[in-house]
């Protein structure tokens, strides 16, 4: 009895095993016969995705044929609206240079308002060419997104073999050249790199990429894809060869392929199949294609998938390569390009990565404020700013929109720094331009910038002057300019009584013995009177500027003291030189220090120094 029993328990168990055991089969054979094509979707949508949120992230850069990416709205201009009178009639030299740093700044701001947004610029205003300012340096790339258009007829092709003169042939191409605009006058720029898919209407009948260089008008000699991989013996870039396989229409390995793949998988044969891939191009399907620049040559991928490679030619350096053309049979979505070379290594290659949206300033919420923060600031100074931003830009006080704070950066004389400020300005709205070309010398005109914008755009009670390098403690600020009676005039700061000049270069300006009492530059603070006095003076023409804006201000300050008592009040706590235990301000702080004393204020709750740079 106990065995029939125990034959019955099993006779149902090996049943459902066999069943089991099928359907794990009939799911592994579906999952063979899929894993390609899903393999491939997964990764062509994780590009798409990718490229979508570069060309968010680099407004500028993007081209978007349909839809259209719109740049952060600021809620208030980005640009200083003091009112530099075109006639500086000041008699002093500091003035005649205002007014030349006034003229050239309009003349480059009006540069770069030129360089918009808009979905068709690339074709229209730009002619089918994104300008690459220093060119291209090892590793660079670009990145274009785009769709082949359908073929249409052409009579007399130039890349077909024409039959009979009525007849017309199909022919979808595009070109994508890398070209040296920097090139002598009256002469085509030369193309460095002449990229050239012709999906219909070769002479060949077939799909093809043709690349080549043109040089003075001469072009060389064409490396011609076919979809055959290049011979084993043959000359590779950087390891890759110089063309690879596609299928071809009429080779039916394809089906072949596919239909013996997986018997070949599940029979658990080791032979490596060979993958091949279909024409990277085709009309009406997008692409994402991506030229880098490589030791020996440039390399194209489209799709995530090597295509060609082509070794430098003699004759061009990669910062040559200032130009992006683009046209032919082909609708450009979007251009993205990246590691490209920069004098200013603390500039643009890492900005796209900062683009993040909890740094970007908050939206001012109504005037009247208790205190308004103006932070001088150069275009170069991308890394500072982003330590601010992130350190006590993030105080309560100002994510609350109750202080705020905005650099004030001049312009640059390169157009391509001015638009990336442009971009930054746009993105995180923190950003008030100065219209005059940036000069050593004229930095007081940013600190009358910041009067204007303290008094005019946001109504502030106090106005506060700090560096890019200065840590400021918003709170204490406050409460220490509380201290001070209502309605009284108020300059605060580390004061300096009875300075000497120095008879010497820049400050052999000043010709009284000595100068008036005056706050460090890196952190002080006013009461609105003081900057309405200031402005007024400055637009009537009577305001005395002197090279260093913070003698500037006491000068001022005691010009306005003359008719209205203004209550001193020094602190060694704004502290000049470095950082000070218990600051209200510290100094010369580089970005890391700038991280690391926030952290501290954050966490241990203390206005500590770091000490390392
Ligand atoms: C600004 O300059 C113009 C001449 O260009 C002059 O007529 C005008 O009065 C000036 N404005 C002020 C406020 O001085
Ligand atoms: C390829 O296969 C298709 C059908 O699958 C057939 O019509 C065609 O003739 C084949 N071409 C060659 C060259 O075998
Ligand atoms: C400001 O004005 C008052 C009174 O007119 C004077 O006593 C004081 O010395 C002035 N302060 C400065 C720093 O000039």
């Not at 009112?83 to 540069?111: C, D, P, Q, R, T």
């Not at 191409?173 to 209407?201: C, S, T, W």
């Not at 055959?228 to 690879?244: H, L, M, P």
């Not at 090279?547 to 000068?555: A, L, Q």
């Amino acid at each position: 009895m106990k065995k029939v029993k125990l034959e019955l328990f099993t006779l149902p168990n090996r049943l459902t095993l066999i069943q089991i055991f099928m359907v794990i089969m009939i799911l592994y054979m579906l999952f063979m016969s899929f894993e390609i094509p899903l393999a491939f979707k997964a990764g062509f949508g994780s590009e798409t995705v990718a490229i979508g949120f570069l060309t968010d992230a680099m407004p500028l850069l993007a081209e978007q044929n349909h839809q259209k990416i719109l740049p952060f709205k600021l809620p208030l201009t980005k640009v200083s609206t003091l009112s530099f009178n075109k006639s500086f009639e000041g008699v002093s030299e500091l003035h005649k240079v205002a007014k030349h740093a006034y003229i050239s700044g309009k003349k480059l701001w009006e540069e770069v308002e030129s360089v918009s947004v808009s979905g068709f610029e690339f074709k229209e205003k730009l002619k089918g060419v994104m300008v690459l300012p220093c060119g291209l340096t090892l590793w660079s790339h670009v990145t274009v997104v785009g769709t082949p258009r359908w073929a249409h007829g052409e009579s007399d092709s130039k890349i077909g073999v024409v039959k009979d003169r009525d007849e017309a042939v199909m022919v979808s191409q595009f070109m994508m050249e890398l070209q040296g605009l920097k090139a002598v006058d009256n002469e085509e720029p030369p193309r460095i790199l002449h990229f050239n898919p012709r999906i219909k209407g070769d002479w060949s009948g077939k799909p093809v990429i043709e690349q080549n260089t043109c040089y003075r008008m001469q072009w060389g000699t064409a490396l011609r894809c076919e979809g055959w991989k290049s011979r084993a013996d043959e000359e590779t870039v950087d390891g890759q060869v110089k063309c690879e396989k596609w299928i071809h229409d009429d080779d039916n390995r394809s089906e072949e392929w596919k239909a013996t793949w997986w018997l070949n998988r599940l029979m658990g044969r080791k032979k490596v199949v060979p993958i091949d891939w279909p024409y990277p191009f085709a009309e009406g399907k997008l692409f994402v294609l991506t030229i880098s620049a490589g030791l020996e040559g440039y390399h194209v991928t489209v799709d995530g998938r090597h295509v060609t490679s082509f070794p430098y030619r003699t004759g061009f350096a990669l910062e040559d390569a200032t130009g992006l053309s683009i046209n032919g049979d082909v609708d450009v979505h979007s251009i993205y390009a990246a590691s490209l070379p920069t004098s200013h290594p603390s500039f643009a290659p890492q900005m796209h990565l900062e683009l993040l949206p909890q740094w970007k300033a908050p939206p001012i919420l109504g005037v009247n404020l208790e205190l308004f923060i103006g932070i001088l600031s150069a275009g170069n100074h991308f890394a500072e700013r982003m330590a601010v931003r992130k350190s006590w830009m993030q105080h309560k006080l100002i994510k609350s929109s109750h202080v705020v704070a905005r650099f004030f950066v001049a312009l640059h004389g390169r157009k391509d720094i001015n638009v990336e400020i442009k971009k930054e300005a746009e993105y995180f709205g923190d950003i008030i331009i100065v219209p005059y070309m940036d000069h050593y010398d004229l930095v007081v005109l940013k600190t009358i910038a910041i009067c204007e914008y303290g008094i005019r755009t946001v109504a502030a009670k106090y106005i506060m002057k700090c560096d890019d390098d200065t840590f400021v403690r918003v709170d204490y600020v406050i409460s220490e300019a509380r201290q001070v009676q209502s309605g009284k005039s108020l300059y605060m700061g580390n004061m300096n009584y009875h300075h000497k000049p120095f008879r010497s270069g820049k400050w052999t300006e000043w010709v009284e013995d000595e100068y008036p009492t005056y706050a460090n530059g890196p952190g002080y603070i006013i009461s609105s009177d003081i900057a309405q006095f200031i402005v007024s003076e400055f637009e009537r023409q009577k305001l005395k500027l002197f090279k260093m804006e913070d003698v500037s201000m006491g000068m001022w300050v005691e010009q306005f003291n003359s008719s209205r008592e203004v209550e001193y009040v020094h602190s060694l706590k704004f502290c000049q030189f470095g950082c000070i235990e218990d600051y209200y301000t510290a100094h010369y702080q580089s970005p890391r220090q700038m991280t690391c004393m926030w952290d501290k204020l954050q966490h241990q709750g203390k206005p500590l120094c770091c000490n390392m740079r």
